[in-house]
């Protein structure tokens, strides 16, 4: 039996947290409503300086200080700005837990957001954003994200030089202040707790901090546009994205299920039918991607450009074909991969504490293993494939980066 | 206390084996004496072609049918080939164990090698070769290893062009039937494990595997040469090699305490002195690399073309500084984090597997958490200068990549 606990502090402040038996470690997530989607549209990349401003300087302590005292508590961090969620994820030794979480009060609570750190913050994240004209796989799924999304859901998080450029010291205080408050905050724990003392502490550090109501960012309306990039590389590189359901829907699974029989293992679909029978790429893959209100499925390949044209045609004709036939036995190697998965997710406390944190805030609750066992376990051919022709494959988003474009019909 | 075992079997086939308490997976870990070093000259790539080719076909499975078999455990699992081992490794629920490595026994000893599969492989192998022309970051370090190591231990696993196109089954099965053997073979085991039963398991499957003697490859006399590559990319890529003491040294802790000052946790020195004070790079980071006979640290970083002559000489000053003094405070943050990740590794079935093939094939041996531990918790600023006189960071073998090269002295 899992212990998970939760509760939500009047502050609107979520803890949520589940005592993993017999591990030394301990590690926690924090999930502020500040990803780059409320960045304001002249200033693309607000949100992720902003990630790494909170970390130089906060409460009593300096930007040396604060990173000093959080390496000395063997602390593997990471901040990151996402689409809809700034995250502030750590790992250590669970007796090590509780002096984290104080310094992050600060951190969340108290940071300085000294005007002498903006300036390498700025070129930090303008080396970020220009790194990517050198990395061609990450810049194909950054274009297609924004052509497959509506504003402001599209957004890499690594904003424009210009609204780099555009930000100051005020105008980032302004925006932190606006954001950063407990309504809606997530802090998940996985590892080796005591809850009712960790729900107590955690109320210390937390429980006076005043909500304000937090604007939700209109969405665009849009029509998502394919579209060719061009550039000498010596691997045309391809992303597609079409739509599915979110998490929250009746046909989650089912959904899930079906990527898995494209890219779970190494006898799905698109590994053997497109990459081992024909090697026309090396890597090829699908990803269920889910937000609140939306699903998608998001593939990626690459391979060499006079091949490029074949390796797109089999790919679109891999994810179309699905729904003409599942077989028994291809989907059982997906449930006993995707359950071996689940059960070794269980024993990392990071990975524990991010699905505790994603599941609060996709469906407002954290599912159990059992839960998910059960629910994998009980899917058929007949699910996957009801699914499909009811949300089939179509509506390609797709994007293209090469030395020449691509057709295509579907 | 941890429960490790070891036997090595009248064939010289060794099982290492950790039973991990209160964990459902387990994982497993093959090392195979076949790294590319071991690549007839004529046949770079060899290595690489012959572990995907190992898993499409073998015992009484044809290539669909195995990876199937394998897909169906639930097993996550992968095959590659490093310099000196070609590793197979998979992680699945500890029920599963034993079907798998019983799949195993036919992949390692009983491949079918079959000529349909050579073209597509190939195919593939060339893929992976040419992909890197459009990947920076890689491409700089598998130019630094070529340009610090002597052949062959400077090769990388993906070979040459002409290499791939000379491979032919025969070759192929010649090589295979020359380093397949069980002489000097490890198979590391972590997890829910019954040790008797394992042995048993494990000496039914291999332990009437007859051992061929392998001549071991001549190792050219070499010198380390820097070098420029002219390339226009929006990022100026870094590679930076020196020699250190391999992990059978006494020095060994204090020399990865010392890569731990410059690169372990953000207040560590190429992060704070380089990357955050400076916002010259966006990437930056020191590794050490062991083989059984000789260390590296291995730098990487990148940065905008007109930053990088002063990214270069900062990196390489923050190198050669360090045996001017380290503060007990800052030591003491590295072994926090030292120690905490090592408890961290502890906690994931497929790390301990790694770690224990890995001690095995570099030591003889199996070090205990204990003993990491009380090693570093031994360590003063006062060996790791007196390690750093003794061995200093000098004779750099520095890789560009962009736009123009650079110059320094050392």
Redesign the interface.
């Known amino acids: 039996m899992q212990e998970i606990y939760h509760h939500t502090y009047s502050n609107g402040l979520t803890l949520l947290a589940e005592r993993v ?5 301990a590690a926690f997530s924090f999930s502020v409503r500040c990803g780059c989607a409320y960045d304001p549209p002249d200033s693309l990349g607000l949100a992720s300086v902003l990630s790494e401003l909170l ?2 300087g906060a409460g009593e302590r300096d ?2 200080a604060l ?2 005292a ?8 990471s901040e990151s700005a996402g689409v809809w969620l700034m995250s502030f994820g750590g ?3 669970a007796r ?1 837990l509780l002096p984290a979480l104080t310094i992050y009060a600060d951190i969340l609570r108290r940071p300085h957001l000294p005007e002498p750190e903006l ?6 994240a303008l ?2 954003l ?2 990517i ?5 990450a810049k194909v799924m950054v274009e297609l994200r924004k052509r497959h999304y509506p504003s402001p859901i599209g957004r890499d998080y690594r904003g424009t030089e210009e609204g780099l450029a555009s930000l100051t010291i005020p105008k980032i205080q302004g925006h932190y202040e606006r954001h950063f408050q407990p309504q809606g905050l997530i802090l998940a724990v996985a590892g080796d707790l005591e809850w009712n003392r960790l729900r107590d502490y955690v109320g210390a550090l937390f429980g006076d901090w005043r909500p304000v109501p937090v604007p939700e960012p209109p969405i665009a309306p849009f029509r998502p546009q394919s579209g060719h990039l061009e550039k000498d ?3 045309t590189q391809i992303g597609i994205a079409y739509a599915s359901v979110p998490m929250s829907h009746p046909d989650f699974y089912a959904a899930r299920g079906a990527v898995g029989i494209l890219s ?5 679909r698109l590994f ?1 039918n497109v ?9 090829i893959g699908a990803r269920y991607e889910t937000m609140r209100d939306r699903g998608n499925i998001v593939c990626y390949t ?3 450009p006079d091949k490029a044209q074949e390796l797109l045609v089999r790919t679109l004709h891999e994810l179309t074909d699905l729904q003409n036939g599942i077989e028994e ?1 291809e989907l ?2 997906v449930k ?2 995707l ?3 689940l ?2 997710r ?4 990071s990975a524990r504490a991010g699905a505790l944190a994603s599941d609060w805030y996709l469906l407002g609750r954290v599912r159990t293993m059992d839960e998910m066992q059960a629910a994998i376990d009980s899917l058929t051919p007949r699910h996957l494939i009801d699914h499909l022709r009811t949300c089939p494959p179509r509506d390609f988003t797709i994007v293209t980066l090469g030395p020449a474009p691509l057709s295509w019909s579907t």
Request: aromatic share 2%.
């Open positions: 038996p017999h591990v030394r470690s970390v130089r930007s040396r990173t000093s959080l390496d000395a508590l063997g602390l593997d961090r790992a250590t030794l090590n300036e390498p913050v700025r070129q930090l080396q970020d220009q790194s004209e050198d990395e061609p796989q590389l010596d691997q779970e293992g190494m006898s799905s053997t990459r081992e029978k024909h090697g026309l790429c090396y890597a690459g391979g060499k036995e059982q190697r006993a991969g359950k071996a998965a059960i070794m269980q024993e990392s406390t």
